[in-house]
């Protein structure tokens, strides 16, 4: 589970709004993660491998205090998770149970994962923001994740925050939320992103000088000749 150093260099420069928009160019509504926001304000932009973790209703006989020492369990997970990963958790949106506390997420920063994102909470406010781990999530509650959820597993296909995510696929996370990239289009993403990101500067650039917006955003043939010629000179 790698990305490729020029793949992140290179969306690193690029927002989650920019990437939104290329993917919607191209069919694709549904990749920002619905009510993962982050923890911190002012987190860099994140972007790494997702390592899936799933969670599904709690059942009293499964989820225990004792089923953290099993072999499934989120300690285990965490010892798989590779460098540079980020950790995409499915807690089927629950918020009155903390999928992590601060002392998985002190183990997950020593492993050096690049961040946690859940469409759930986090339990242990203070501590986590400590450990210092970039968090994408709906908040923070006190009760433990047995106290409504139960984990059953690792790197496998997971619905977070109403979105399709598979183990690998390329995530980006930054003020305005987390967005997948699909395997399938991520050259194609890397190789229209720093353009679209250029030419959406320019045009912020040109309504700072007062141009209306008609003809404007979108461009019209004026519009995109006068910015081809821009581009052609800058």
């Known amino acids: 589970m790698t990305l490729d150093a020029r793949a992140v260099q290179v969306l690193e420069t690029v927002t989650t709004a920019t ?4 993917l919607l160019k191209k069919g694709l509504r549904n990749v920002w993660i619905r009510g993962a926001m982050p923890l911190r304000p002012g987190q860099t932009r ?19 205090p004792a089923s953290w020492g099993s072999p499934i369990s989120t300690r ?31 183990r997950m920063a020593r492993r050096n994962v690049a961040a946690l994102v859940t469409d759930g909470v986090v ?7 400590g450990t210092g781990l970039p968090v994408w999530a709906r908040g923070a509650a006190a009760p433990p994740s047995v106290a409504g959820l139960t984990f059953v597993g690792w790197n496998e296909t997971i619905g977070c925050g109403g979105v ?9 996370a930054d003020q305005d939320g987390v967005v997948v990239i699909p395997a399938a289009l991520l050259d194609e993403v890397l190789a229209e992103a720093p ?5 959406e500067g320019w045009i912020v650039d040109e309504v700072g000088r007062g141009a ?5 955003y979108p461009m019209n043939a004026e519009t995109k000749a006068r910015y081809d010629a821009w581009r052609k000179d800058a």
């Open 123 to 129: 339990r242990d406010l203070a501590g986590v923001l």
């Open 19 to 22: 990437l939104t928009t290329i």
């Open 46 to 64: 994140v972007v790494g491998p997702a390592f899936t973790l799933r969670f599904v209703p709690a059942r009293e006989d499964l989820a225990t």
């Open 76 to 106: 285990a997970a965490i010892e798989a998770m590779p460098e540079g990963a980020v950790a995409v958790i499915d807690a089927m949106g629950v918020t009155d149970a903390g999928v992590f506390g601060d002392i998985l997420c002190a």
């Open 164 to 172: 399709c995510i598979q183990p690998g696929e390329t995530i980006v």
């Open 212 to 216: 209306v917006l008609p003809g404007l």
């Open 195 to 199: 353009e679209q990101e250029r030419m």
